[in-house]
């Protein structure tokens, strides 16, 4: 008896010891190690339960998405450690600062979410700002350095823009996020209602029309064609310059048979000389031929998804190879924190919605002048 005693006791022993070590590895699947923070693992599903809950009970939600400013200055000014460090002081005070309900990650970088079950709008305005400031005022300092850091904030909540979608509610608070970044950082800005049509109102294309598929005589050209490709619609007009004659050489290929329909992206040659990349489509209407042109910028704005970011930011932030996404327009949608140090940008968010040949041209004339 003594025995079989013995043998129940090492037993339960291994099993205690068995459980926390499965919680041990369940804590480290599910959370940043650095800081602490849940990581993205469980974000979409969290978030569809979020949004499965305010269905059924109409209990709103909110998303906020979190980016450090000019985070890329601390690391090459103080170093990767003090980058660190930054990191897990926003990461305690946004712990300190939201309730106890809230939900937050680290999803890669020094980008944050935070998801807000049963918070009113103007009650998430409030902590959203709140977060903002404590971030702005707070001194990150040591012996050997001392300096402020400030953030900025894009707002999603149910009350304006709500979806049944978790990758439309992140690109909601992602462009939210831009936003807030284009009108000067250290600031929070709300995804709007109208945010989707305003984006499709913003894709102006230019257009030609012409006789026939040959696309040497031009009969009318509108200004938004002026206004992507520098030149004045009475060269088109006059017949002192072609449509052919613009296009980059090595991509005449593309149009020497036209198929209609027609959708490709091809390099043009703008009047400055430079070279852009545009989506060009092609349609017969009322027996003339409508040749649209969209500056890719333009189209990248309607399908940014910042999803994408988060799904691979781990391997973006941490890989030593040069890895970009880009859509079919040649813009780019994701990119290593390898590649972003050799451009002249700060961060991955701000290469997002360039046009590689831009980017590359830079560096290749860079390599030239070194």
């Known amino acids: 008896m003594r025995l079989l005693s013995d043998l129940q006791h090492k037993v339960e022993i291994r099993t205690m010891y068995l459980e926390s070590a499965n919680k041990r590895l369940e804590m ?63 990461a305690t005070l946004l712990k300190e600062n939201f309730r106890e309900s809230d939900k937050l990650y680290r999803t890669g970088g020094e980008e944050f979410v935070a998801l807000l079950s049963r918070i009113e ?43 049944t979608n978790y990758k439309k509610i992140l690109k909601y608070a992602d462009m939210a996020l831009y936003r807030a970044k284009d009108n000067g950082r250290n600031r929070v800005e709300v995804a709007l209602k109208e945010q989707e049509s305003e984006t499709k109102s913003a894709q102006k294309f230019g257009q030609f029309v012409f006789r026939d598929l ?5 009969i009318e050209m509108n200004a938004e064609a002026a ?15 072609e449509f052919c004659s613009i296009i980059y050489s090595h991509d005449c290929d593309l149009i020497d048979a036209i198929e209609l329909p027609f959708s490709k992206t091809m390099r043009v040659i703008k009047a400055d000389g430079s070279i852009t990349i545009v989506r060009v489509t092609i349609e017969e209407k009322n027996e003339r031929i ?13 399908v940014r998804d910042g999803l994408l970011v988060y799904n691979f930011n781990a391997m973006l932030e941490n890989t030593n190879d040069f890895i970009y996404f880009k859509d079919a327009n040649h813009v780019f949608t994701g990119a290593s924190k390898r590649l972003v140090d050799i451009t002249s940008v700060d961060s991955r968010r701000e290469l997002i919605g360039t046009i590689d040949y831009d980017v590359f041209r830079g560096l290749r004339r860079r390599v030239l002048q070194a």
């Open 28 to 90: 480290l699947a599910n959370h940043d190690p650095l800081t602490g923070l849940l990581n993205r693992l469980n974000l979409e599903k969290e978030l569809d339960a979020l949004i499965a809950h305010f269905e059924h009970n109409r209990a709103p939600f909110a998303v906020l998405l979190f980016d450090i400013d000019w985070f890329k200055d601390v690391n090459d000014t103080y170093g990767h450690d003090v980058g660190d460090t930054v990191l897990q002081n926003i």
């Open 227 to 241: 206004a992507i490709l520098g030149y004045s619609p009475q060269e088109f007009l006059s017949q002192k310059r």
């Open 290 to 302: 409508l040749l649209k042109l969209y500056d890719a910028k333009s189209l990248a704005s309607g």
């Open 214 to 218: 040959t696309l040497q005589n031009v």
């Open 121 to 163: 709008f103007d009650d998430t305005l409030i902590l959203a700002h709140k977060i903002q400031k404590v971030i702005e005022r707070y001194l990150f300092s040591s012996k050997e350095y001392s300096f402020y850091k400030t953030i900025s904030v894009g707002v999603y909540h149910t009350d304006i823009a709500f979806d």
